[in-house]
């Protein structure tokens, strides 16, 4: 339940409004994510997935803008001081979120990496884990803005996706490498797996920097 005496941003709407927006980019890349891969899987390099990763860039540039604006105000307006510093370091982790499904997506599209059809559900169960660890950890780093005592709540779920995509991405690995494929074709997909994977991992480093500074404003 949202708690009026953790708000943080009284008289400064413009302020939360942008954090916000930012939060929502989360969202987006990630769905974008996940619609690139899709049509990865069924198509290749194909022109739609041309079209479903440019979206991606586009989040990602938005982002960019975006946090600039946030250090921006907060300093040229001297907003929040107390907090100044947690919030520029929340908001910079965002940002190294949604740069990583973008870094991972324009991967697949300059390296054409084959994956072959034995290798299709375990891979899109893992683009799955870390979406939604992404955005899980984006409802977390929302709540802190309203009520950080919520925060350790939401915090669950971030890990056990993490987890969760961890032993994906072991099982994947292990897999590729136990096929008949060139060694060069298992490097390339062991690689292309470990940047999905490490979508996830950064959503983790966000929910653990969010937990020190929710107790630090408990305290």
Aim: proline share 2%; net charge negative; glycine share 2%.
């Amino acid at each position: 339940m949202f708690n009026p005496k953790y708000l943080m941003f009284s008289g400064t709407r413009e302020l939360e409004e942008k954090i916000d927006e930012m939060h929502d980019k989360i969202i987006e890349s990630s769905m974008f994510f996940k619609e690139a891969f899709e049509i990865y899987i069924k198509e290749k390099r194909s022109l739609n997935y041309r079209r479903a990763s440019k979206k991606i860039k586009i989040v990602e540039s938005e982002a960019d803008d975006l946090r600039r604006e946030i250090e921006s105000r907060l300093y040229r307006q001297n907003l929040i001081p107390d907090l100044r510093a947690d919030v520029l370091q929340i908001v910079e982790n965002i940002d190294k979120v949604i740069n990583e499904f973008d870094e991972v997506a324009h991967k697949f599209y300059i390296e054409q990496p084959d994956i072959p059809e034995e290798f299709y559900e375990k891979f899109k169960l893992l683009v799955s884990q870390v979406s939604e660890c992404a955005e899980n950890m984006s409802i977390a780093s929302r709540a802190f803005f309203r009520d950080f005592v919520t925060v350790r709540d939401y915090s669950k779920k971030v890990y056990l996706l993490e987890q969760e995509s961890d032993k994906t991405w072991s099982k994947l690995k292990q897999e590729v490498f136990d096929s008949k494929l060139e060694l060069a074709h298992k490097i390339q997909l062991s690689a292309l797996i470990g940047g999905v994977a490490d979508v996830a991992d950064k959503a983790e480093d966000c929910m653990d920097a969010l937990l020190i500074f929710a107790i630090k404003r408990d305290i």
